[in-house]
């Protein structure tokens, strides 16, 4: 799923699916803050379930 297709479902989960209250900016602060949440949750439960480098070449413009 790219990034775009979250922060779109994520502005409809809001009740926000005009984008009026919300900017891009507070969605995308949101989303990062979240994953480093998530990730310091994981790392200390599970520490081997992180990677801390990253071992594969992505194509440019492809999803990750």
Do not use: H
């Not at 926000?16 to 990730?39: C, G, H, K, W």
């Not at 994981?42 to 492809?62: H, R, S, W, Y």
Request: proline content about 5%.
């Amino acid at each position: 799923m790219l990034i775009s297709e979250l922060m779109g479902r994520a502005w409809v989960k809001s009740g926000d699916a005009n984008q009026s209250t919300i900017s891009p900016f507070m969605m995308l602060n949101a989303y990062n803050d979240t994953n480093r949440i998530v990730r310091k949750i994981i790392l200390d439960a599970f520490p081997d379930m992180l990677e801390t480098t990253q071992t594969t070449n992505t194509t440019a413009g492809q999803p990750i």
